[in-house]
C-alpha cells in the first residue's frame, strides 16, 4: 500500500477487494465520518482514498481555510439586519450548536486516545466582528443586544471607545482616523482550528486501528451492483495500475470533486445539482512585528453582492506551533472544481437533469457575476487598498499573495429554474448506501454533526442502537444547548478543559519560531 512519508496507516499491504465502507477523499470530512464508525463498529473495514499524495491537501489544509472555528460568534453573514433595524440571530444560533457539537466529539475523541495533543489543531483565539460608519455601528449595536442575553454567546463584549479598540487591536489602531465611529463585538472565547492537522490525527487513528489508507489513488468511477453493495474502479496516480473495489457503503468526502462521483453514481438524489466554483486568494502577512501585534480573528462586513464566504477577515491562525496572519478573502474564479482539479470541471458537471438549475442560477446572480469581475480586475495595490480598512498603515512589502482552496457552492434545483445555496449540503441516496457532500462555509466547522446527520440517513436501522455510545461521544446529542443553560455549562467547561482552551496558546510568531 502506498504510505504518505511520515503518516501512520495500516499495515495491511494487501489490496483489498471487498470492503464495509469506503471513504473518497481524506479531508475533514471522511476522517471525521472514519472516526466515528471506528467506534460504533470496531468490527467493519474501512479504505480511505486519496487522489493526492498527502491527507488534507485541498479545502482541509490549513492555509486553504480560514479555520476560524466556526460558530457565529464574529461572522456578520450569519446574523442578517432585518428591515426593520432588528437582527436576526436565528442562523447564528444553529451554526453555534453545531460547533459545539464538534467540540464535544473532540474532546471525547482526547479522552479516549482518538486524537492526542489538542494544541496540535484548537487554541483559544478572541472573535471580533468590527464595523465602521454611523450605519454600521447601530446594526453592530443592535447585534450586541440581541445576542448577548443568549447562553451560547455569554460574555459577548460591545465598545466603540478608540482607547479600547486601540487597546485589544493595536495593529488596526494605528494610523485609524477614529472620526470615522467603529464599534467591536468582542468574544475571548473563540477558537482557531488547524483542520488539515486534525484530519491526520483522525486518520492516523483510522489506520493504526486497521483501517487502510491509500494516496495517490484517485476514485474514477462508481457504480450501483444488484445486491445493494457499489463497485468503485480506482486508479494509482503513480503507477496506472487500476482495481476494483466493492463496498457496502460509500462517502464522497471529496470536497468540490464531490459533485462529478455522486453524478455518476446516478442516485436520483443528486440529479438536479449543480457546482459553482469560487476561488480565492489571501495576503499573508511576512513581517514578524505586524504578527506579533494582532492576535485575534476579526471580522468584517462583505461587500454588497459578494457571496457570505468571501466576508473580509483579518485572522490571527496558530499552524504547526506558529502565529500567523492572513487577510482576504479576494474572490476569484476558475473553471475548477477543486484546486488541483481540471479545467474542464465546471463544463463536466452540467447534465441534462441540471442544466435549467444552472441557467436559472446564471440568470438570477447577477450581482454575484459582477463582485466577480471586479475581484479579477484588481490590481496589487488596490488588494492593500482593500486590507487598509482593516490595517491603516499596511504596505506591500509586509504581505504576500497566497492562493486558497477552491469552493464549489451548492446550486439546487427550485420550480423550472435553480437556486444558489451558501451552505453544506448533505446527499444521500434513499436505501443509504452512499452519501455525499456538497458546499462550502460553515463546512469544516460542522463536520461532526453533519457526519451524524450522514449516519442517522444512511444507518437508520442501527441509530437507535448507536445512540447510547453516540450519547458518550456527544452528550447533547438529540437536544438543544440554547434550551438546555446548564447542560451548555457542563459541556462547555468540559471541552474548554479537555482542548486545553482555558489559558491562552504558548506560540511562536514568526520572530522567534
Known amino acids: 500500500m502506498d504510505k504518505e512519508v511520515d503518516f501512520p496507516v495500516s499495515d495491511n499491504t494487501a489490496v483489498q477487494t471487498k470492503t464495509d465502507v469506503v471513504l473518497v477523499g481524506a479531508g475533514i470530512m471522511s476522517a471525521t465520518l472514519g472516526a466515528i464508525l471506528r467506534q460504533l463498529q470496531p468490527d467493519w473495514s474501512i479504505s480511505v482514498f486519496e487522489r493526492l499524495d498527502a491527507a488534507a491537501a485541498e479545502s482541509s489544509d490549513p492555509w486553504n481555510n480560514a479555520g476560524t472555528g466556526h460558530s457565529a460568534l464574529c461572522e456578520l453573514n450569519y446574523t442578517p439586519e432585518n428591515k426593520d433595524g432588528s437582527v436576526d440571530i436565528a442562523k447564528a444560533i444553529n451554526v453555534n450548536e453545531q460547533f459545539q457539537v464538534s467540540r464535544q466529539f473532540w474532546s471525547y475523541a482526547i479522552e479516549n486516545g482518538i486524537l492526542t495533543e489538542p494544541k496540535e489543531f484548537v487554541n483559544p483565539i478572541p472573535h471580533v466582528s468590527f464595523v465602521h460608519g454611523a450605519e454600521n455601528v447601530k446594526y453592530l449595536r443592535a447585534r450586541y443586544d440581541a445576542l448577548a442575553g443568549h447562553p451560547l454567546f455569554a460574555g459577548m463584549e460591545y465598545t466603540e471607545r478608540p482607547d479600547e479598540f486601540a487597546k485589544r487591536l493595536p495593529l488596526m489602531a494605528k494610523g485609524r482616523d477614529f472620526s470615522d465611529p467603529v464599534a467591536l463585538n468582542w468574544t475571548d472565547g473563540g477558537t482557531d482550528v488547524d483542520f488539515g492537522a ?30 445493494g453493495s457499489w463497485t468503485l474502479k480506482v486508479v494509482n496516480q503513480r503507477t496506472g495500475d487500476k482495481k476494483t473495489v466493492n463496498a457496502k457503503f460509500v462517502f464522497v468526502g471529496a470536497g468540490g470533486g464531490a459533485l462529478h462521483l455522486l453524478q455518476k453514481s446516478g442516485i436520483a438524489e443528486a440529479k438536479g445539482f449543480g457546482g459553482f466554483p469560487v476561488s480565492g486568494q489571501f495576503l499573508r502577512c511576512t513581517n514578524p512585528e505586524l504578527i506579533a501585534q494582532h492576535r485575534a480573528k476579526v471580522y468584517g462586513k462583505a461587500a454588497v453582492g459578494a457571496p457570505p464566504m468571501s466576508v473580509p477577515h483579518l485572522d490571527t491562525r496558530v499552524i504547526n506551533g506558529q502565529q500567523g496572519l492572513l487577510f482576504g478573502p479576494y474572490a476569484g474564479w476558475s473553471p475548477k472544481f477543486l484546486k488541483q482539479g481540471k479545467v474542464t470541471d465546471l463544463p463536466g458537471s452540467v447534465k441534462p437533469n441540471n442544466l435549467l438549475s444552472m441557467l436559472g442560477v446564471g440568470l438570477t446572480e447577477l450581482g454575484l457575476t459582477k463582485y466577480l469581475i471586479g475581484e479579477l480586475l484588481q490590481s496589487p495595490a488596490d488588494r492593500i487598498e482593500t486590507l487598509r480598512e482593516f490595517v491603516p498603515r499596511a504596505t506591500a512589502g509586509d504581505w504576500e499573495l497566497i492562493t486558497a482552496g477552491q469552493r464549489v457552492q451548492v446550486i439546487r434545483k427550485k420550480g423550472s429554474g435553480g437556486v444558489l445555496e451558501f451552505g453544506t449540503a448533505v446527499i444521500s441516496a434513499a436505501d443509504g448506501t452512499i452519501a455525499g457532500l456538497l458546499g462550502a462555509s460553515p463546512g469544516a466547522s460542522t463536520a461532526v454533526p453533519a457526519m451524524l446527520d450522514v449516519l442517522q440517513r444512511c444507518f437508520g436501522d442501527r441509530w437507535s442502537s448507536w445512540e447510547p455510545q453516540l450519547k458518550q461521544m456527544v452528550p447533547s446529542l438529540g437536544l438543544k444547548l440554547s434550551d438546555n443553560e446548564s447542560l451548555f455549562r457542563e459541556v462547555w467547561d468540559w471541552s474548554n478543559r479537555v482542548l486545553e482552551l482555558e489559558e491562552p496558546a504558548v506560540v511562536a510568531t514568526a520572530a522567534t519560531a
Open 198 to 227: 486534525l484530519t491526520k490525527q483522525f486518520l492516523g487513528h483510522i489506520g493504526a486501528s486497521g483501517g487502510s489508507v491509500y494516496f495517490g489513488h484517485e476514485v474514477r468511477n462508481v457504480s450501483k451492483q444488484s445486491d
